[in-house]
């Protein structure tokens, strides 16, 4: 007598079933969940590392500028009257320069440089003797623009550059840097 056996359940095709690739498919939406504010935050920090990379390049160029030119030159005299003088500019995109604002747009009813491209860069001159300095060891005691030349022997240069923007990726501090002029 021989004896036969039949197998019941799985056949010998073996595969995944509707069911098991549904649980795989949620448990991977589960994860991909879970690292989407990462990849969002990874975003958002490039984007604001990329902006102060360029305005710390900026600020640093722009004392690279102030520093060849002459102590007496006209562009950083301060005018008779005031402690200081304050220049504002904003970068034109269109000339890659700055100018000074307000920009009038190309075609009329066009957005203008500024606001496509929002950077603003203020230099700020002051004026010190050297006794500033002896008193306290700051610089805290600007002087005049109508003061004689002889009593002035140091010129503070503070540039700014700051992103003017209500988007969310553009948080950018300012950068500021002080560069200290002397005769």
Do not use: C, H
């Not at 448990?27 to 305005?55: C, D, E, H, K």
């Amino acid at each position: 007598m021989k004896r036969t056996s039949i197998a019941f359940g799985r056949d010998s095709q073996g595969g995944i079933s509707l069911i098991e690739t549904l649980i795989a498919m949620l448990l991977l939406s589960f994860i991909a969940i879970g690292l989407l504010p990462l990849m969002t935050r990874s975003v958002q920090q490039n984007s604001q590392a990329g902006a102060y990379s360029t305005s710390t390049n900026w600020a640093r160029s722009s004392i690279e500028d102030l520093s060849q030119i002459a102590f007496e030159s006209p562009r950083i005299t301060i005018p008779g009257g005031s402690t200081s003088l304050t220049i504002t500019e904003v970068w034109q995109p269109s000339t890659s320069t700055w100018v000074t604002p307000p920009l009038a747009p190309a075609i009329p009813a066009a957005p203008t440089d500024l606001e496509n491209n929002p950077w603003q860069r203020t230099i700020v001159v002051e004026q010190f003797g050297m006794g500033d300095l002896e008193d306290n060891g700051v610089l805290d005691s600007p002087l005049d623009g109508s003061t004689i030349a002889l009593f002035v022997q140091i010129k503070r240069l503070r540039v700014t550059i700051q992103r003017q923007s209500n988007r969310i990726l553009d948080g950018t501090p300012p950068i500021t840097i002080d560069y200290i002029k002397t005769l």
